[in-house]
């Protein structure tokens, strides 16, 4: 599912929203999850997950169409945990 997607079900299934005004919140969700991650905080939504930020050192790494070394800086990557609902339903089990 896209962002477009998610904003037309979040639509049709809520009638009494204006299509613009459901864009406008998913946007400010994203927005705010970015906002927290960018700032090192951590964003949990109970029963679907946990976004975190990891940090990864800087390394040698290999380029692989030369094969010659190369110096890989560090960096900071986002991370998902999913919670224990989601995962539940991804196997199977509903709760």
């Known amino acids: 599912m896209i962002r477009s997607e998610l904003i037309q079900k979040l639509s049709d299934e809520n009638p009494h929203l204006y299509q613009r005004d459901v864009e406008r919140i998913v946007n400010s969700i994203f927005e705010e999850i970015i906002d927290a991650l960018a700032t090192g905080n ?4 109970r029963g679907f997950g946990a976004f ?18 190369v110096s890989v800086d560090e960096k900071h990557v986002p ?6 609902l989601l995962r539940d339903r991804l196997n199977g089990h509903d709760s």
Request: proline share 4%.
């Open 79 to 84: 991370f998902f945990k999913a919670g224990k």
């Open 52 to 69: 975190s930020v990891k940090k990864r050192d800087a390394r040698v790494g290999r380029n692989p169409r030369t094969g010659e070394s």
């Open 42 to 45: 951590r964003v949990e939504l």
